[in-house]
T-cell receptor
Framework: KQEVTQIPAALSVPEGENLVLNCSFT??????LQWFRQDPGKGLTSLLL?????REQTSGRLNASLDKSSGRSTLYIAASQPGDSATYLC?????????FGTGTRLKVLA | DVKVTQSSRYLVKRTGEKVFLECVQD?????MFWYRQDPGLGLRLIYF???????EKGDIPEGYSVSREKKERFSLILESASTNQTSMYLC??????????????FGPGTRLTVT
């Protein structure tokens, strides 16, 4: 059974720092991996999707990488800003459904 | 832009009531999903649908049912609400692409409290 883990559960950093969020999964037979952002009390906003044949995807200050063989993905955030404060979730896709990690709660201090 | 809407942001219901949560998407997506989100447990899939009138159980279907009569609308039904169904409910939709589920888009969520 696929399990998805995100460590750390919470992270505080000063504004301007570059940071890396981690996502690991137990079964490497995945189709896609998607990173989301969730603000308190809100739904999820898609940030990046990496197909299983890809190694990374970039959008603005965000870069996500995927290493299927080691069961790991990282989300790199460059030059963090207070507006980046949110919970970040990764989800891996098996057949017809996604399995979610429990997220990393990020706080960027001004 | 894809838009997924949910009928209510907040709901308060009594134990034993029948509860309907509605979700509508405007991008002609084949797949639709219902999740619940609880602190420490993350998002868990309740049901999903890959076509009109088709449904599949997710990981925690007990106490729930669903209906998909039209492609754009997916309803979650709590037949007899219980306090352990107090949660945030999230709806999502996605295209099917190359035989796999493609990018998921989420609605704003419904926070349901059962008293």
């Amino acid at each position: 059974k696929q399990e998805v883990t995100q460590i750390p559960a919470a992270l505080s950093v000063p504004e301007g720092e570059n940071l890396v969020l981690n996502c690991s999964f137990t079964d490497s037979a995945i189709y896609n991996l998607q990173w989301f952002r969730q603000d308190p009390g809100k739904g999820l906003t898609s940030l990046l999707l990496i197909q299983s044949s890809q190694r990374e995807q970039t959008s603005g200050r965000l870069n996500a990488s995927l290493d299927k063989s080691s069961g790991r993905s990282t989300l790199y955030i460059a030059a963090s800003q207070p507006g980046d404060s949110a919970t970040y979730l990764c989800a891996v896709e098996g057949t017809y459904k996604y399995i979610f990690g429990t997220g990393t709660r990020l706080k960027v201090l001004a | 832009d894809v838009k997924v809407t949910q009928s209510s942001r907040y709901l308060v219901k009594r134990t034993g009531e029948k509860v309907f949560l509605e979700c509508v998407q405007d991008m002609d997506h084949e797949n639709m999903f219902w999740y619940r989100q609880d602190p420490g447990l993350g998002l868990r899939l309740i049901y999903f649908s890959y076509d009109v009138k088709m449904k599949e159980k997710g990981d925690i279907p007990e106490g729930y049912s669903v209906s998909r009569e039209k492609k754009e609308r997916f309803s979650l039904i709590l037949e007899s609400a219980s306090t352990n169904q107090t949660s945030m409910y999230l709806c999502a939709s996605s295209l099917v692409f190359s035989g796999t589920v493609y990018e998921q888009y989420f609605g704003p969520g419904t926070r349901l409290t059962v008293t």
